[in-house]
């Protein structure tokens, strides 16, 4: 018998109990399904059995992990139901591209067309599947039985995966006789998968799946076109370099074209910047480029390749830092927990900023502010501005596509860009990277190198960002009249070396622990590289280090 101990109350369970049958008995007194308990802290599927005595605590959907660990079994749900539609070779073609708002975009590239018809079909044979409550199996295989059994499959991407991997087993999932690796905890059975929708997106479908915050709640899927195309333009840049999934990366590095891949990649992201430049130059009327986008989208790096891309038109390009107009420390709105919220709007004077960038507009010179970070105090130390016919102001901040930023500016004179690291690289084609993961990374790695942040103090505050983000930066991205993709392909093989160390740094008693772990497991799918090769005007710079711009 162990002894469960739940909410403070302790009951004892005969060994080889499954904690979904734990999970049963407090079901009802919880809002939310169980997807997950963890087990003396550690996480656990529920198709996992007790064996010793343990504090177990209830994962549910409403919360992140849990949320995640249903989009993953959804997937998983879905390219087996398409599978069992148009045959066994769509396994290797139904690719997981990305995620716009609440719907995953999967790609699909078989002998047939993705249409209402079919979308329906697939739907349907989900809601059996989910119907008949199967089991979706976790079995743990030898590397060599797991490549076998995939390259049986057709499945090369993951046989190119698993290639790399220096663990001796890996879990393989099985639901009704389909096999697929994913990466993450899963359900137990389809029975918890009640909640989806399939309808076709371009060239395939767009499984809609419920918000976190409404788990239990279908909700229509609103296009956001502009973001969707940014991602798109990811995916045929990593088509065009043939390099989609992290094995084909790995294959690149060991066959030594890292450095052409890292040139052509350059290439790609400095031609957009130019077409950015071009389109900013050829509109009448701009004086303001406003920048915005989420922590670590490498705005900074990108401001200054813009304004010199901008120079090449004739431009005299100004940057401006929003956060210069940050408000004295002691007006800062705070969270609830009491500490400073310097991620919502009123955090910054937005009153002076415009009075500042009309009084520009109008030819009048202006006393420009640099906020001191150390004292919370706005300072003027004597820098004037007064524009003249060919000068244009880049201006950077996490509220730049805000009305509310600009609200005394015509929209005219305003030029909206929204950038981001979307990243586009998958871990194999059911196993989308999270482009949180990556800004995650990029930030930890430059919090330790320029202000000596612990990634246990990065892992803390992240959730309070991801917030911010949510709150103040996402629900505007749409207005912006270009969106630019800053995530580089090879990023994440040149940011491991740096990364690793700062997470195997955090102990196995503290919170953050298995978020570390669980981005070490992550990072060990790839190959690292050397930053050497990198240009010093890299958007990666600005992370790593050696950038040629004061980022």
């Given at each position: 018998m162990a002894k469960i101990t739940i909410d403070g109350k302790t009951m004892e369970y005969i060994d080889g109990t499954t904690f979904e049958e734990i999970a049963g008995g407090y079901q009802a007194e919880n809002d939310n399904l169980i997807a997950l308990v963890t087990e003396n802290g550690k996480i656990r599927e529920l198709s996992k059995t007790v064996s010793k005595d343990a504090t177990v605590e209830f994962i549910k959907l409403d919360d992140a992990i849990g949320h995640k660990t249903y989009e993953r079994s959804a997937t998983m749900l879905f390219v087996k139901a398409l599978s069992d539609i148009v045959g066994d070779k769509i396994k290797s073609k139904a690719k997981v591209e990305f995620k716009v708002d609440h719907g995953i975009?999967?790609?699909?590239?078989?002998?047939?067309?993705?249409?209402?018809?079919?979308?329906?079909?697939?739907?349907?044979?989900?809601?059996?599947?989910?119907?008949?409550?199967l089991p979706i199996v976790k079995h743990s295989y030898p590397i060599?039985?797991?490549?076998?059994?995939?390259?049986?499959?057709?499945?090369?991407?993951?046989?190119?995966?698993?290639?790399?991997?220096?663990?001796?087993?890996?879990?393989?999932?099985?639901?009704?006789?389909?096999?697929?690796?994913?990466?993450?905890?899963?359900?137990?059975?389809?029975?918890?998968?009640?909640?989806?929708?399939?309808?076709?997106?371009?060239?395939?479908?767009?499984?809609?799946?419920?918000?976190?915050?409404?788990?239990?709640?279908?909700?229509?899927?609103?296009?956001k076109?502009?973001?969707?195309?940014?991602?798109?333009?990811?995916?045929?840049?990593?088509?065009?370099?043939?390099?989609?999934?992290?094995?084909?990366?790995?294959?690149?590095?060991?066959?030594?074209?890292?450095?052409?891949?890292?040139?052509?990649?350059?290439?790609?992201?400095?031609?957009?910047?130019?077409?950015?430049?071009?389109?900013?130059?050829?509109?009448?009327?701009?004086?303001?480029?406003?920048?915005?986008?989420p922590s670590s989208s490498g705005k900074t790096s990108f401001s200054h390749r813009l304004s010199i891309q901008l120079k090449t038109h004739g431009l005299n390009p100004h940057p401006i830092a929003c956060d210069d107009y940050f408000v004295d420390r002691e007006k800062t709105p705070r969270l609830p927990n009491g500490d400073f919220d310097f991620e919502c709007i009123e955090a910054i004077d937005t009153e002076q900023f415009n009075k500042d960038m009309l009084d520009l507009l109008e030819g009048k010179e202006v006393q420009m502010p640099t906020f001191n970070f150390k004292t919370g105090k706005r300072e003027y130390k004597g820098n004037t501005l007064k524009l003249k016919p060919d000068d244009i102001l880049v201006i950077e901040g996490i509220h730049g596509l805000n009305q509310k930023m600009s609200y005394a500016l015509p929209n005219e004179?305003?030029?909206?860009?929204?950038?981001?690291?979307?990243?586009?690289?998958?871990?194999?084609?059911?196993?989308?990277?999270?482009?949180?993961?990556?800004?995650?990374?990029?930030?930890?790695?430059?919090?330790?190198?320029?202000?000596?942040?612990?990634?246990?103090?990065?892992?803390?505050?992240?959730?309070?960002?991801?917030?911010?983000?949510?709150?103040?930066?996402?629900?505007?991205?749409?207005?912006a009249d270009v969106m630019f993709n800053s995530a580089l392909i090879y990023e994440l093989a040149a940011l491991k070396q740096y990364a690793e160390p700062l997470l195997y740094s955090i102990g196995e008693d503290e919170p953050e622990y298995y978020e570390a772990k669980r981005m070490l497991k992550f990072l060990g799918y790839f190959l690292s590289i050397p930053t050497d090769q990198l240009p010093n005007n890299s958007i990666c710079r600005e992370f790593v280090g050696g950038s040629i711009f004061p980022v």
């Open positions: 975009y999967i790609s699909c590239k078989g002998e047939y067309t993705p249409s209402e018809e079919l979308a329906k079909k697939v739907e349907d044979r989900m809601t059996e599947l989910v119907k008949l409550n060599a039985e797991a490549v076998k059994l995939f390259r049986n499959q057709g499945m090369k991407d993951k046989v190119d995966l698993f290639k790399f991997r220096q663990s001796s087993f890996v879990n393989v999932y099985c639901l009704d006789g389909y096999y697929d690796y994913f990466y993450g905890y899963m359900l137990p059975s389809t029975g918890y998968i009640k909640y989806f929708q399939v309808i076709p997106y371009e060239n395939g479908f767009m499984l809609v799946l419920p918000h976190a915050k409404t788990p239990t709640t279908k909700s229509p899927f609103e296009p076109e502009k973001l969707f195309n940014a991602l798109l333009t990811g995916t045929d840049w990593s088509s065009q370099l043939d390099i989609q999934t992290v094995g084909d990366l790995n294959n690149e590095i060991c066959a030594g074209n890292l450095e052409q891949l890292i040139l052509v990649q350059e290439a790609l992201q400095e031609r957009r910047i130019g077409e950015i430049a071009t389109q900013i130059a050829n509109r009448d009327g701009v004086k303001f480029v406003m920048i915005a986008g004179s305003k030029f909206k860009i929204y950038i981001s690291a979307l990243t586009t690289l998958n871990i194999d084609e059911h196993n989308r990277i999270p482009t949180t993961d990556g800004r995650l990374i990029r930030r930890m790695v430059r919090d330790f190198r320029t202000r000596g942040a612990s990634a246990k103090r990065t892992i803390q505050m992240w959730p309070n960002v991801r917030k911010g983000e949510e709150k103040y930066i996402f629900p505007y991205q749409e207005g």
